[in-house]
Each structure stands twice: as structure tokens, then as C-alpha cells.
């Protein structure tokens, strides 16, 4: 260590090289066959090691990974002669139990955090599936995955461009079945029912929209835009949760007025009148909107003529 803290150098006297170049060569057979001449070239260019090994070391270390509870086979002269991993103790392997933790801990991080952590978080998972060939772990993500159907580099440039709030064109697949081209100031990738939407302001409908991510087809542009946003018509509503429900959350257009002992006053605004009605609907009986009026009655009317459909116009 005073060797190390005076120099800051990792030498001979640093470390045991026999432990050393047993776990190099343990690493180099996980990642794939290798033969003794490109072990001996991979150690050569070591920063550390910066030599070759004879073959009777070689056997040495081999030797010592078998001891250690690795099985290690070596593939005929006709297939290269190279040595390979067949097993070994420090083999990761998740019951059944775990793997339904695994899941569990998925769905709560999907309503706690943002979805680039939900997404890096995912992809671990994934590549720990599949490191461990664990089929059941990747199974059981594909199901609750709300990435499901979404190739990864759409959902990458999607969250790139949400940072940078690009505009962005795209071209969208509605639920009718036709194509549409649709030009998106972005703001941000978030979760509703279950599934991943994109949010940002339309430029053809001049409000603030949302789509379904897995109707997205391709993307066509990404651009910093130069329409000026701030001019657009807002719409301010106020309303009031009583009871909270469990889930509930501040979206980023909202903000808390008031705080009582088993209520809250909340204000939200945003140029689309419909993510509005949305907002206030999704909370059904918690939820009454206090202001403005106008709102307030389309609210009431909308929930008249859903009872209306209910009782088939009956009392």
C-alpha cells in the first residue's frame, strides 16, 4: 500500500498474479471460447500483465479454476482447439419466488420513478436474464413491460429528444388504422392505464397532445424548434381531492393551493382542455372541480349523460 500510495503504480509486489490471471482467464472463457494463442495475445497487450504465458502456466491456471469448481472442456483440433466453460459455482440462479419479487419491484419502480430510470432499470434486468439464461425472468418482464412492442432506439431518441426538447416528426399509426404525420415539440415520455405515452406540444393542433408510443411508426426528424410555445392559449383548472387516493401524483402542469387534514386544492393548466377533463375524471368521487365554472358544468354534464347511458335514461 505505501508502495502503491507513493507511486500510485500497480506492480508485481501489488498483487498475487497467479490469483490475478486466474480471474483474467476465468473472465476471458465466460465471454467465449478461446484458444491458448489468443489467451497468450490477450495477456500480452495487458496493461497489467504485458506477457505471455508458457503452456505449462497456462495448464497451471487451468488447473486451479477446475479446483475452484469450474468445469472446463476443450473443443477438438478440427474446431480450433479452444477451452470453454461448461459450469462453474458462481453461477447466479433465481427460484421461482425471486423471480416474482423481481416483477414486483418492477411495478412499483414503474410508479415511483421517471421513465429513463424505468428503462435503464429494465434493460439490467434483461441483460441479467439473459446472462444467467434465466427464461422465466425474461418472460415474466416481457408481460409487465410497458416497453412491450417498442424497439429500444425508438424509445432512446424519443427520451434524447425529450431532454433537449426537440421538435420532433413522426410518422403515427391511429387507432383507425391510417398514417399519420404528426410534428411534436417534446416534453416528456410518461405512463397512463398501464401504457407509454409521449407528450409535448402538436404543432398542427397548437396545444399540448399526447400519443401512444407503440403506435409510433418511425420517426421522421428530430430538430431544435423555433416555434414560440408561451403564446399559446392556456386553460387554469381548480380542483379538490378528498380522500387522496393512493396513487396519487403531481403531473408537472400542477400545483398544490392548499393543504387541509384529508384534503388537498390542487391547480392545473394546459392548453388542451381534454387532458384536463382527463386529469379530473381519472380521480371519479375523490375529485370535485371547483372552478371555472364553465369547466365545472361540462364536467357535471359529461357525468350526467354517462349515467344517462348507464340507466338506459331511466331515474
Known sequence: MK?????????????SFTGFKSLMLFALLLESPKSYKEICEFFK???????????????????????????????????GSKYYIVSHPFELKLSEEQVKSIAKVYR?????????????YEKFIKRLAKKIKNEELTDTINK????????????????????????VTFLYKSPRGKELEITL???????????????GTDINLSQYAYYLVSRIVKILSRETSSVDISQL????????????????KLSHDEKILEIGEDYLVVEMVSSNKFILKQRVMSYGKYCTVLEPSDFREDIIQT????REGYLDGKN
Not at 147 to 162: K, P, S, W
Not at 303 to 306: D, F, H, T
Open 108 to 120: 412499483i419502480i414503474q410508479k415511483t420513478v421517471d421513465i429513463k430510470g424505468l428503462y435503464i
Open 45 to 79: 497487450k495487458h496493461e497489467y500483465i504485458k506477457e505471455e504465458i508458457s503452456i505449462d502456466t497456462f495448464r497451471v491456471y487451468i488447473t486451479s479454476l477446475k479446483r475452484s469448481g469450474c468445469i472446463i472442456q476443450r473443443t477438438s483440433s478440427k474446431e
Open 303 to 306: 357525468l350526467k349523460r354517462m
Open 144 to 167: 409487465i413491460s410497458i416497453f412491450r412492442g417498442v424497439e429500444d432506439n425508438l424509445v432512446e431518441d424519443l427520451l434524447e429528444a425529450a431532454d433537449l426538447r426537440q421538435q
Open 185 to 199: 415539440i417534446l416534453d416528456k415520455l410518461g405512463i397512463s392505464s398501464g401504457k407509454l405515452y409521449v407528450y
Open 3 to 15: 508502495e502503491f500510495k507513493k507511486s500510485n503504480i500497480v506492480t508485481y509486489n501489488l498483487m
Open 233 to 248: 392559449s392556456t386553460y387554469k383548472v381548480k380542483y379538490i381531492l378528498k380522500s387522496l387516493p393512493a396513487e396519487f
